[in-house]
């Protein structure tokens, strides 16, 4: 576990955007059960390079982009959030643990995936703006 004044700013960086943290597995099966109606988009935050570097700001840019976003928008931070991040990687079965990771359910139900490997070598604003169009797809 990180210590939680080192990983606060990285917290922020979500939170200031509007996301909503959801530090416990039963929120998180709350928030992602399959009665759940709209679109929701959860981001597995880290404090890795690409995460920081690529992840939290093509977050940003989505958002700040897209004509359409998610109804909810939540977070779980991997190396903190432990049982929530768990019960979030049991969700999103068959996709192997990965952080970061960013994922859209709609009407309860897993739309699109986004792996460490899909955010690794790509910049903030190829993220966001693939972000732009997923959101665009699933949430109009």
Request: proline letters at 6%.
């Amino acid at each position: 576990m990180y210590p939680e004044e080192l990983i606060a700013p990285m917290r922020a960086e979500l939170s200031n955007e509007g996301f909503e943290e959801f530090r416990t597995a039963d929120i998180v099966a709350e928030k992602l059960g399959p009665d759940q109606k709209g679109t929701t988009f959860v981001v597995v935050n880290s404090v890795c390079g690409c995460a920081a570097g690529a992840a939290r700001p093509g977050v940003k840019y989505a958002l700040d982009h897209a004509k359409v976003k998610p109804d909810v928008l939540g977070t779980v931070f991997a190396g903190n959030d432990r049982e929530a991040v768990e019960k979030f990687r049991e969700i999103v079965l068959p996709y192997p643990p990965s952080s970061p990771a960013m994922a859209l359910f709609k009407d309860g139900e897993l739309v699109h995936f986004i792996e460490r490997h899909h955010i690794e070598g790509r910049n903030a604003k190829m993220i966001g703006d693939h972000l732009v169009e997923v959101f665009e797809h699933f949430c109009a």
